[in-house]
């Protein structure tokens, strides 16, 4: 599963290689439209972890494993382009899904967007809220205060 992968190795504090985020973006764009809830939000989780840590500097308790430092610098401008894109294409997807999700999905996706410091698409943000005033009933405080 590409979401648990992304998830995997965000929370594992690992930077891929270019290479493997290419081929996690590729496969993710194409299967997503048989994401459940669940892989929607670790895939924005992660996306969002990810590209955090490509922006901050490697410390040593996040491992990059890529070539020489000045290969770094054009290897994760080239890393966040594919975050970026995958997390464009993900949006489009789970714009069409979010009648599925529930308020942990939601809060969680939300959260994703607020850590990357971007607002979701339009389109995205508006099926999230229309969500969310369908099952607000639903909500516990785990799931608002995330």
Not at 125 to 139: G, Q
């Amino acid at each position: 599963q590409i979401s648990k992968s992304l998830w995997a190795f965000a929370r594992l504090h690992i930077v891929p290689q270019k290479d493997v985020i290419s081929a996690l973006s590729s496969k993710g764009l194409e299967t997503a439209v048989n994401f459940n809830p669940h892989d929607y939000s670790n895939a924005f989780w992660s996306l969002a972890s990810l590209k955090h840590m490509l922006l901050e500097r490697p410390s040593e308790d996040i491992e990059v494993f890529q070539g020489e430092d000045s290969e770094n610098m054009g290897e994760n401008v080239a890393m966040l382009d594919m975050i970026r894109e995958m997390r464009s294409g993900l949006q489009r997807t789970a714009t069409a899904s979010a009648e599925n999700f529930g308020p942990e999905s939601v809060s969680r996706i939300l959260w994703s967007f607020a850590k990357d410091g971007h607002m979701p698409q339009e389109e995205l943000m508006e099926a999230l809220l229309n969500r969310i005033s369908h099952i607000s009933h639903d909500f516990r405080c785990g799931d608002v205060a995330l």
